[in-house]
């Protein structure tokens, strides 16, 4: 009796072991498999000091000008052009032979940043055409070796930046049509491009990180890195830790972006929305898309084209781009907006003109701007709230009427005032909200702006 229970026991623990096993080897098996669907599950990025700085900096900075400049501008028809117009390899490669921008010149560049009141620079370094706009050693396929220019851009960008104290962040492609390890192919750059249908995705992966390597070391503070191109297949293994850790390891302070329409992954710095306000999809690039609590920014073109489009007149108006910048704000994200330069390096006329103008308002209003985080205030139909410390900036964009009643957010108010030059407004704090009254003439088309001090 009490062998026989004995051994009945022994049986159940080796059948419990068994199971114990089968059960572990799943959940290893599991794991692996979710390790391999997406390197970054559960991995934790504890951004350091350094970066911490740089995010607080970037959101108090809230104005910047987006850069897209490559070979692609001699056709003037976009920097889609080699896909939009199915353009194989071996022919895009006669077009750095016709690049020789002799107008180019950084120091006007960045002082037109500058005056327009924009704080750092975001320029393509290389775009899904993979075509170099540095002295790249790891590739001949750049700017110094195939051009008759046969300068470094970024380097004479990088330096002048230096010594203007504005911040520049590298806009890097992981997409690219020209390189034959690209593969398996994505959505675009297709067959036609006459790469080999075969490759090793890791090779290229190697080779993006050495030149992320070559713009980390060798051109300065690079604030951070602007990615792109993800989306052409969002769901390969893009060993974004591996290339994420390379560039906190070179550059601590470095911010790192993607523009890939998702919700940030461990190891962004910062969130960017393409040519739509946090929260928004007017574009279908954002459906996938989540507001997180990292630091954000919006891009827009100045018309209606990233690269230089010769047809592309329609540019938008002083308006138009001051409210953009307005409303971003109001949603606590800076305003990234872009110029497309011409083949000869110089910027269009009226492009210039445009900045100016934004410039001019800026130098008025720019307290209301800089330095500030959302408002109290949800953005509404009339407009948007900002806030620095105690005082809450009201941007009327659309209102026509004298009075004005706007959701009140439980704060005891010291006073109102139009923000240009202080007139103090009669106000009251009713059931409906905190009401006052603006005098006509000092309703502005493009901005009325209330400054609120509260107590």
Excluded at 325 to 333: F, S, T
Excluded at 398 to 411: L, M, N, R, V
């Amino acid at each position: 009796m009490n062998i026989r229970i004995q051994n009945n026991v022994r049986h159940d623990c080796i059948g419990t072991t068994k199971k114990f096993r089968i059960l572990l080897t799943f959940m290893l098996l599991l794991f692996l498999y979710m390790a391999t669907v997406n390197p970054l599950h559960g991995q934790s990025y504890q951004p350091s000091p350094e970066n911490l700085k740089t995010r607080e900096w970037f959101q108090n900075a809230k104005f910047g000008l987006f850069i897209h400049w490559g070979v692609y501008s001699v056709l003037g028809d976009g920097e889609w052009v080699m896909n939009q117009q199915q353009i194989p390899v071996n022919i895009y490669e006669k077009i750095p032979s016709f690049f020789n921008p002799t107008e180019f010149d950084a120091k006007a560049w960045v002082q037109m940043a500058k005056a327009a009141g924009m704080k750092y620079i975001t320029i393509t370094s290389k775009h899904h055409d993979g075509f170099a706009m540095w002295d790249s050693k790891v590739s001949d396929y750049n700017i110094v070796k195939r051009t008759p220019y046969g300068k470094d851009v970024l380097k004479m960008l990088a330096d002048e930046c230096k010594k203007e104290g504005i911040k520049l962040f590298f806009y890097h492609s992981q997409l690219d049509w020209h390189h034959p390890d690209y593969f398996p192919r994505g959505n675009t750059g297709g067959s036609w491009t006459g790469r080999p249908e075969s490759g090793d995705m890791n090779k290229y992966l190697d080779y993006m990180d050495a030149q992320l390597t070559e713009l980390l070391t060798n051109y300065g503070e690079v604030a951070g890195i602007w990615f792109d191109g993800m989306w052409d297949k969002k769901d390969a293994d893009w060993r974004l830790q591996k290339t994420y850790n390379l560039i906190h390891q070179l550059q601590p302070a470095a911010l790192v972006g993607s523009n890939h329409h998702r919700a940030p992954y461990p190891g962004e710095d910062f969130q960017m929305f393409e040519k739509d306000l946090p929260g928004h999809n007017t574009t279908g690039f954002s459906a996938e898309s989540k507001v997180g609590t990292l630091p954000k920014e919006t891009c827009e073109t100045i018309n209606n084209s990233w690269g230089f489009h010769l047809k592309d007149d329609k540019h938008k108006s002083k308006k138009d781009l001051i409210q953009y910048l307005v409303k971003a704000a109001g949603y606590d994200a800076n305003f990234l907006l872009n110029i497309g330069p011409m083949p000869n390096g110089k910027i269009q006329p009226e492009h210039v003109a445009l900045l100016n103008e934004m410039g001019e308002w800026i130098r008025i209003y720019g307290e209301t701007i800089y330095g500030t985080r959302g408002g109290p205030l949800t953005a509404r139909d009339w407009g948007v709230t900002t806030q620095n410390g105690n005082k809450v900036y009201v941007h009327l964009l659309k209102w026509f009427d004298e009075s004005i009643t706007i959701p009140s957010w439980g704060k005891k108010i010291k006073s109102v005032k139009i923000f240009q030059d202080k007139t103090p407004l009669k106000f009251s704090l009713n059931d409906f909200g905190l009401s006052f009254k603006i005098p006509k003439d000092k309703l502005n088309e493009i901005d009325t702006v209330i400054e609120i001090e509260i107590l």
